[in-house]
């Protein structure tokens, strides 16, 4: 029994390790500045939800919430489509390069973003792509594009074959097959790859710091250094737009957590 | 015949719309959170405007970080404004041809020593607005309050300086604000000045240019003697980490040092109001001269270095306008003005006995430090570039006013980044 | 694993299918990997590319601050998963054993995975504030303040700092993973490991990690390819500093690309290109070295 209240000491004290750090910011996002440099770690005195439409609005968050809003659906919403057509070809059509293709699209899950990120920044320069959301999106939908192929390919290639089989022979076209036959069964794997990459593109940093150098088109990630400005660090207003920019996510996590996990750790789990 | 007239008329036509026309000029510059430089460009814009009317120049501002991630797109795109501020250390636009030659300018109503930070191959591409040099600015009621007091040549030797340290410590005060948080070149003004004292301008050249060894015994001997001031507690705990202009508010307002090594420009943000990151009204603000080393050759040396200027895009269609508005702002009178609002120095000849206006006390004190100075052109990292800039930057600027590397490990590493 | 057994092959409706994916594909990743290691044989300047044959290798081959990067990428590469992965493997076992509240921990602990490495980078550079940072009060209330430290400001622990970030973040999502292959294990093995009178320890070491052994393999290849990718979370704390104790590849090569005082991006491209080389073959090592041990005992 000792065994297991030490074990439970340890969990409880990993959990405040975990959640720890978040909470923390979670209250100084409600208090100001000044309360927070008399005393890191109290508790908010008085609770200021002003300060979330202070940064909204006059931080300029809303157009940061707004093009990561923008740029991240519409890279999910194509990133999906082409994705699961291209699963969906590879995991049902036998023809010979087909796991060279598969192979050429699913190694690009190794390749360090360093590989494509120079020549990415000159061709979108060369192309009038540079600094514009349209541009930002384009590499968004190219950089998960490996992932989410290799997920639904292997949930795919799952579906028995006998629907294919049978929707053939109703008479339906290759392409009814695909949107009518293996989209629907496949929902839940393409929820899942829905969710997982629209966080991963929600919270992603590198390609939006070097192809987006605007204020007016940055993306949140990028927007929440904006007050991390010259002068003294504002601290308090820096853990509003922290929160700003957790909250979408947490609540996803919330709503979807095992659908997310599932996405997660898809592949990792043999 | 009648042909011809008819040509030369519509010719004549053409062109008087084409002069009557507004020709628009755009111009980027750093300076968005700085008010007063702003307002003087902004100013020189409208003057410009007023006697040159058919041209529009239209102003974009920017933080110097995203100015400079923004030209180097731009250029390299064809989408570069027509005028924009650069630093002497920016040799890579020179480099690639991206700049206009300025020959043309007026230079005889700028410094000759500015003329030449700004030259490459014999051309000069850019006018020295600004120019500074590093002062050592102080609290004169702390200092007095350490019970030390600043000889009327206005300069503590070593042995002053490490007891200010001491004293300044043991009331749990700061010494020296710096910080090195969110720029290349403060930190290292502890050092570069020092041994430009020891070195005189001569060696000190030759030191920043590859020619004489870091190892060199004055070098060491003047680096020992930084490390036994900052080891005794010189600088913030949060030198690493703290900003360019928070280490202007720690210095006049919260928590408030003794002393602050800045450039001359410390006053475009100080005299800012003070909810806008300015001194505290009544802010005993003196100035002296930074401290004598020991055994120095030459302690009335001091840097002076060029630092906003404006520069033309060698691809502009407006190169004609563009130098126009240059020269507009290379006269004695727009120095004069400059100096009076800006409280800096500048590239652009002026008188600064004639310096009126409501700060003349500071510029009084200011001219002061400088009296009899010989001075030399350039902050080392506006000499160096490639990998020596690198190192310096890191070693100087950040690891060893941290006194997280050693003299010897200084000492090395400056060596092996000047090795072929 | 059934495939459809058609022999005519539809090439219209499966080229119509790869079409998006293929054209973003070759436009986005292929084309530019292509263009970067065609970069790294020239300076590309703004307004001209000049072929140079092999002087940016001789000069990357030279470079020991890209030396330097990439030691301290593949320290962080080898010491993360192995922390990673391992206290994992202790937090999943712990809630195996049905430990009351599991849901609300499992929430709870995959909550760091979620967040933006911008947002846990600032976070962290506040914990590790030297004069008001969680890391340094814990330490004074518990009476250790002799070992508060400058966390991130001192080259020698700059790095094992950062690194404990990413475990931080990343163990409670290898946590989850290793939780579901637990749940998966065959329970008719375990109950004849119990009636054979086995102990909790051997229990464990004989049969629990050969059985999902796969799984933690592929926790510590997929922790080892993002450790060697990381770019975010150094730019927001330490941007490669103190004196390029935290600098790794990723940092390096943006500074060269667009910060150093030069516009030319063929040498940014050949560290790029060596980089690329690099991370492919450990990956390939990785995987090989680790496959030859998975042999499942029973």
Known sequence: MIARAFLFIALGLYTAFAAGPFLWVATMSLRTTSEISRDHYAWPSTLHWEKFPQAWFNSNYSVYFENSLVVVLSAVAVLTIAGAMAAHCLARYRFRANRLVYFIIFSAIIFPPQITIIALFQSLVQYGLYNSKLGLTLVYISIQLPLTVYILESFFAQIPADLFDAARMDGYTEWQIFWKVSLPIALPAIATTVILNTILLWNEFLYAVVLITDDAKRTLPLGIQRFMGDQLEDVGMIATGLMIAIIPVVLIYLFFSEKLIQGMTAGAVK | ?420 | MQRNPIDRQPWGAISAFLLPALTIYTAFTAYPVLRTIWNSFHRVLPRKEEFVGLANYAALAKDDLFWRAVGNTFIWACASPLAEVGIALFLALALYARVPGMRFFRIAWFTPVLMSYVVVGIIWVWIYNYDWGAANAILRTLGLERWAAAWIGDPKLALPSLIFITTWMWSGFNMVVLLAALHSLPSEVIEAAELDNCGWGAKLWHIIIPLIKPTLLNLLVLSFIGKMKIFDLVWITTKGGPLWSTETVSTYLYKRAFEWSTFDLGYPSTIAAVWFVIVLLAVLGLTRALRSREKLEY
């Open chain 2, 1 to 420: 015949m009648r042909i011809a007239s008819l040509i030369i008329a519509a010719a004549c036509a053409l062109a008087s719309t084409a002069a009557t026309a507004q020709t628009k000029v755009t111009l980027w510059s750093h300076w968005a959170a700085e008010k007063i430089k702003r307002d003087f460009v902004e100013d020189a814009i409208r003057r410009f405007e007023a006697a040159n009317p058919g041209v529009k120049i239209e102003a974009q501002w920017y933080e110097k970080t995203a100015l400079y991630a923004a030209l180097k797109t731009a250029l390299r795109a064809g989408t570069a404004p027509d005028i924009f501020y650069a630093e002497p250390d920016q040799t890579e636009y020179m480099e690639n041809n991206l700049l206009l030659d300025l020959s043309s300018l007026n230079w005889g109503g700028i410094e000759p020593w500015a003329k030449e930070i700004w030259s490459h191959k014999g051309k000069p591409y850019g006018l020295p607005l600004e120019a500074w040099t590093v002062e050592l600015f102080y609290n004169k009621k702390l200092l007095a309050d350490l019970g030390i007091k600043v000889p009327s040549s206005m300069q503590l030797d070593a042995a002053a300086m490490t007891d200010l340290v001491k004293k300044a410590r043991v009331r749990n005060q700061t010494p020296m604000a710096l910080g090195a948080g969110d720029r290349p070149f403060p930190g290292a003004h502890l050092t570069h000045e020092a041994l430009l004292k020891r070195l005189g301008v001569a060696d000190y050249d030759n030191l920043l240019t590859g020619k004489l060894s870091w190892s060199d015994a004055r070098v060491v001997d003047t680096l020992r003697t930084l490390r036994s001031w900052i080891d005794a507690g010189l600088l913030p705990t949060t030198f690493t980490t703290l900003k360019l202009g928070e280490s202007h508010s720690y210095f006049h307002t919260n928590p408030g040092a003794v002393l602050f090594l800045n450039g001359s420009w410390y006053t475009s943000r100080a005299f800012n109001p003070p909810d806008k990151g300015g001194q505290p009204p009544n802010f005993p603000l003196g100035i002296m001269k930074y401290p004598a080393m020991p055994q120095a050759v030459c302690n009335e040396c001091r840097t002076i270095s060029v630092g906003g200027s404006f520069v033309v895009n060698a691809e502009t269609k407006n190169g004609r306008q563009a130098i126009a508005f240059l020269n507009s702002m290379a006269t004695p009178e727009t120095a004069s003005r400059w100096l009076e609002n800006v409280l800096v120095q500048t590239g652009i000849k002026a008188d600064y006995s004639k310096v009126g206006g409501p700060h003349a006390g500071y510029f009084k004190e200011l001219a002061a430090t400088s009296q009899g100075a010989r001075y030399y052109f350039g902050i080392p990292i506006q000499k160096m570039q490639g990998k020596q800039k690198e190192v310096f930057t890191q070693v100087f600027n950040n690891a060893f006013p941290a006194g997280t590397i050693s003299v010897d490990d200084a000492v090395k590493q400056m060596n092996a980044a000047y090795a072929k």
